[in-house]
RNA sequence: GCCGAGGUAGCCAAGGUGGUCACGGCGGAGGUCUGAAAAACCCCAGAUGUCAGUUCGACUCUGACCCUCGGCA
């Protein structure tokens, strides 16, 4: 089995094609937007047969631990059929789960998410601190001023009532061998990086970005459904609806994909498994 | 050239009868992350156009100069 992953525009799919030539593989996805029908263009979904692309609508909901059981139905799938299951993306949150598991089973409780987003940070904090004061003393700064955060652990305490429903078995540990190659990609500096997502964002307006957006806005979907709350979407929604110029907008499009990547090398360099190649 | 407005961090921008050198936002650095993740959140750095003057003390007052934006010419 294979893994790539990496920042934003390191060529990660090529790469996986390569090695799919090479090892007669099969790629799965692990990108949490090309997960969703119709965003085509902006996700830049450029190769076919790629396994969990187009999964969902924009407007549904999906989690980790949706990709999780997908992704081990595929990879078993393909393993069966004698072939080397590539998986190729950047959205390390899915791919953490899916090697090394979770911890909690409670799945999710929209009616109760529909009346805690309604609340302030601070009425959520003190909601939480009623239920479970040590473990709202325990979480540092970041996640207890951060309302989805806390929304998922008054969730979680919860369902404890009615136990947890579903298992949180790790799927690929024993995968971990001397042969598993798992291959991060990442810039060596800024300035390189910036370059290419500037090509790449126009790349993309030359395909008909603007055009994507417009379909999707036709079709019904909204900014705030999931799928649309994407980098390059949410920019040139405001366009098109006249908060900003095309211009500002595309400034904020790049903008926005050097913050994710920056982002997602931070998260990712956690991970003492990934073997980091460099792009210079 | 004259009249008016104004010059506060890379950008936008608040402020005060002169008194711990200054509110925010964006951008930047660093970080958090276990069922919304291309999300959400934490945190750090950084500034009063120039030169004089008044004053115990000026970003705040006075003058000159430089620059920007309107209008007149």
Redesign the pocket.
């Known amino acids: 089995m294979i893994i790539i992953t990496g920042q ?1 525009a390191t060529g990660k799919t090529g790469l996986a094609l390569k090695y799919a030539k090479k090892y007669n593989g099969e790629l799965v996805n692990f ?4 997960i969703y029908k119709y965003l085509d263009i ?3 979904k450029d190769i076919p047969s790629v396994w969990l692309y187009d999964v969902v609508k924009p407007d549904e ?6 990709y999780v059981k997908l992704a081990q139905n595929t990879i078993k799938d393909i393993i069966k059929r004698g072939k080397t299951p590539i998986l190729v993306g ?5 791919l ?2 899916l090697l ?9 409780n929209f009616k109760l ?1 529909d009346r ?2 309604k609340k302030t ?1 601070k009425e959520l904090q003190t909601i939480y601190k009623k239920i479970n004061l040590k473990s709202f003393d325990a979480m ?10 806390l ?2 652990k008054i ?2 305490e919860s369902t404890k009532k009615t136990g ?3 298992d ?1 078995r790790k799927i690929f540990p024993a995968s971990l061998t001397p042969d598993f190659l798992y291959i991060g990609l990442r810039y060596k500096n ?1 300035n390189k990086l910036l370059k290419i997502i500037k090509i790449r964002v126009e790349k993309r307006l030359r395909q008909g970005a603007i055009e994507e957006v417009k379909s999707l806005l036709k079709k019904g979907y909204k900014k705030t459904d ?1 799928g649309m ?4 979407y ?1 920019q040139l929604i405001d366009y098109l609806d006249g908060k900003i110029t095309k211009v500002e907008a595309i400034e ?1 499009w790049i ?6 990547a ?6 990712m ?2 991970d003492k498994n990934i073997n980091w190649r460099l792009i210079s």
């Open positions: 934003t990108d949490s937007r090309q902006i996700t830049g909901y999906f989690s980790s631990f949706d950047g959205t390390y949150f899915y953490k789960h090394y598991g979770f911890d909690s089973g409670a799945p999710p998410r805690l987003n940070v540092n700064n970041s996640d207890k001023n951060n309302p989805r955060r929304i998922r969730e979680i947890p429903v579903s949180s800024k999931p709350k994407t980098i390059g949410k904020k903008t926005a994909e050097m913050q994710y920056k982002r997602q090398y931070t998260f360099k956690k």
